[in-house]
């Protein structure tokens, strides 16, 4: 079965201190991983991906994940945060070796994120 | 470049009524998916067309819940008849998906269409 969790529904941060949303997969095989960000009454936007390769993934807005295959895990963080970062972040996964399906996301259930100024 | 377009953004009906919601995905992305986001959970995928065969519907309640994408660009998905529990955000993406692991695997999001049935 996959399966991501977002082990925190919040995470407080003051501008300017590093931020960490946590997120942790379960797949059968191997993972594609990705994170999105939602504003109020709006879509998710989509802000990285690890595909393949190098283990630290860069993003949108000076994001950036960092993929640990032992941990089963691929944590968001940014090293300052801004005010307007304040949004819902959800991590996502799907399984690369289901063979020809190709879209099926699972997303976690999201973790509001509020920088205090 | 033009992103995914979704109405109506809000509706409101009533139990037993029905509803449908229109998705327009940006221009020349074959996959097409309908989530449905309940208030304090993640999306999850009712469907998933390929150009306008059906990839992956497993997941929608069938009896109720019906979509189509006849020319392979369009999508409109029909709610008949509505049940309280069906109060959520429907979003609309859409993926080039050409290639499993290519680039293009990347979802875009339109802003969504939320329903709320009394």
């Known amino acids: 079965a996959q399966s991501v969790a977002q082990p925190e529904d919040q995470v407080n941060v003051a501008e300017g201190n590093p931020l960490t949303v946590k997120c942790t997969y379960s797949?059968?095989?191997?993972?594609?991983l990705f994170w999105y960000v939602q504003y109020p009454n709006r879509g998710l936007q989509f802000l990285l991906k690890?595909?393949?390769?190098?283990?630290l993934v860069k993003g949108s807005y000076g994001f950036e994940a960092e993929f640990n295959k032992s941990q089963t895990s691929f944590h968001l963080k940014k090293p300052s945060a801004l005010v307007s970062d304040s949004a819902l972040y959800f991590c996502?996964?799907?399984?690369?070796?289901?063979?020809?399906?190709?879209?099926?996301?699972?997303f976690g259930r999201g973790t509001q994120l509020t920088v205090w100024p | 470049e033009a992103g995914v377009a979704q109405s109506p953004r809000y509706k409101i009906i009533e139990k037993r009524q029905s509803v449908a919601f229109w998705c327009n995905p940006i221009?020349?992305?074959?996959?097409l998916y309908w989530y449905q986001q309940i208030l304090g959970q993640g999306p999850k995928l009712l469907i998933q067309?390929?150009?306008?065969?059906?990839?992956?519907d497993s997941q929608l309640p069938k009896d109720r819940f019906s979509a189509e994408r006849l020319k392979g660009v369009d999508s409109t998905l029909k709610i008949q008849p509505a049940k309280l529990e069906d109060s959520a955000v429907y979003l609309c993406?859409?993926?080039?998906?050409?290639?499993?692991?290519?680039?293009?695997?990347?979802?875009?999001f339109g802003p969504g269409t939320r329903l709320l049935v009394l």
């Open positions: 067309f390929q150009n306008n065969g059906v990839v992956d």
């Open positions: 690890y595909i393949t390769g190098d283990n």
């Open positions: 797949v059968s095989g191997n993972p594609y």
């Open positions: 996502a996964v799907r399984d690369r070796d289901r063979g020809s399906t190709l879209g099926r996301l699972y």
């Open positions: 993406a859409s993926s080039l998906a050409v290639k499993l692991g290519s680039q293009q695997e990347t979802q875009y």
């Open positions: 221009s020349g992305h074959a996959t």
